[in-house]
T-cell receptor, first 113, second 114 residues
Framework: AQSVTQPDIHITVSEGASLELRCNYS??????LFWYVQSPGQGLQLLLK??????LVQGIKGFEAEFKRSQSSFNLRKPSVHWSDAAEYFC???????????FGAGTQVVVTP | DTGVSQDPRHKITKRGQNVTFRCDPI?????LYWYRQTLGQGPEFLTY????????KSRLLSDRFSAERPKGSFSTLEIQRTEQGDSAMYLC????????????FGDGTRLSIL
């Protein structure tokens, strides 16, 4: 069965430190991959997407993600976090042309002073 | 681009009542999706429209749920005879109809069943 796994439920990071969120997928073929961010009580905002080509993709708000086919991973990184980056982050994948998304369970990021 | 709009933002109702949510997608987005998100979980796919045609429904969408998209513009999601387990955030998203274009999400409708 197809799945998207985010191994870390909760991450605490100091402001200014680097951040890496993990995402693994299990699909028959490489799916389209996305990272979304959700602030409390709000919808999801797209950070970045990977369709093909360069395996290091740049997104908004200083985020980047690296696709590694050999590890079936699509990890999200930010070199220096800001207090405003505290939110929940979702990795998502789509394996068909209709765009139906399958989400991971999310990683809650807490930023400490 | 005014974004995806959902109404109402919050709905509180008694068990057994019917509720209807509305989603207005970004204009000219011909694809529209409904997802459900429970506390501490990622969104789960419910159903999908290409223009006015409902092309796929999840097994999560029991016969108490119905969705429409008349004229391929706004969409409604109705839940009949609500149950406690229906309490969730209902998210709508839209995208253009080519390939796997990113979906733009609304802020959701939070449903609470008393």
């Amino acid at each position: 069965a197809q799945s998207v796994t985010q191994p870390d439920i909760h991450i605490t990071v100091s402001e200014g430190a680097s951040l890496e969120l993990r995402c693994n997928y299990s699909y028959g073929a490489t799916p389209y991959l996305f990272w979304y961010v959700q602030s409390p009580g709000q919808g999801l905002q797209l950070l970045l997407k990977y369709f093909s080509g360069d395996t290091l993709v740049q997104g908004i708000k200083g985020f980047e993600a690296e696709f590694k086919r050999s590890q079936s991973s699509f990890n999200l990184r930010k070199p220096s976090v800001h207090w405003s980056d505290a939110a929940e982050y979702f990795c998502a994948a789509s394996g068909d042309s209709w765009g139906k998304l399958q989400f991971g369970a999310g990683t809650q990021v807490v930023v400490t002073p | 681009d005014t974004g995806v709009s959902q109404d109402p933002r919050h709905k509180i109702t008694k068990r057994g009542q019917n509720v209807t949510f509305r989603c207005d997608p970004i204009s000219e987005h011909n694809r529209l999706y409904w997802y459900r998100q429970t506390l501490g979980q990622g969104p789960e796919f419910l159903t999908y429209f290409q223009n006015e045609a409902q092309l796929e429904k999840s097994r999560l969408l029991s016969d108490r749920f119905s969705a429409e998209r008349p004229k391929g513009s706004f969409s409604t999601l109705e839940i009949q005879r609500t149950e406690q387990g229906d309490s969730a955030m209902y998210l709508c998203a839209s995208s253009t109809g080519t390939g796997n274009q990113p979906q733009h999400f609304g802020d959701g409708t939070r449903l609470s069943i008393l």
